[in-house]
């Protein structure tokens, strides 16, 4: 993880069943199709909902509620059922989404 995701969340402590995350590709017109909303230029195009963001997406675990098992941990890669996050937020230059456990499809077993 890097030095600016924990210096933000020394700041930020999850709270309840929270699940802290970030994507872990740039949402685009990439390999799986994904919602772009942003231009490269940096223009914000608010969030298009279309036919590409039906699927799953794969995201890393930043941080964890005291409520959430132990199944899940920090820096764990899991998929997020379509749509089942909030809005991006950014803090100290982090951004991050929310969303809880049981939006939780999959994890990938070597993270």
């Known amino acids: ?63 964890l509620g005291p409520e959430v098992s132990d199944e899940f941990h920090v820096d764990q890669v899991v998929l997020i059922g379509p749509l089942r996050w909030t809005r991006q937020v950014e803090y100290k230059g982090v951004q991050f989404a929310r969303t809880d456990p049981n939006q939780i499809l999959a994890f990938d077993a070597d993270t």
């Not at 802290?20 to 914000?44: N, P, R, S, V």
């Open 1 to 63: 993880m890097s030095e600016q995701i924990v210096e933000a969340l020394n700041e930020l402590e999850p709270i309840s069943n929270h699940v802290l995350f970030q994507f872990i590709e740039e949402a685009g017109h990439g390999q799986h199709g994904l919602f772009k909303t942003k231009t490269d230029w940096g223009f914000d195009l608010g969030s298009s909902h279309g036919d590409t963001t039906k699927e799953p997406r794969w995201v890393k675990i930043i941080g």
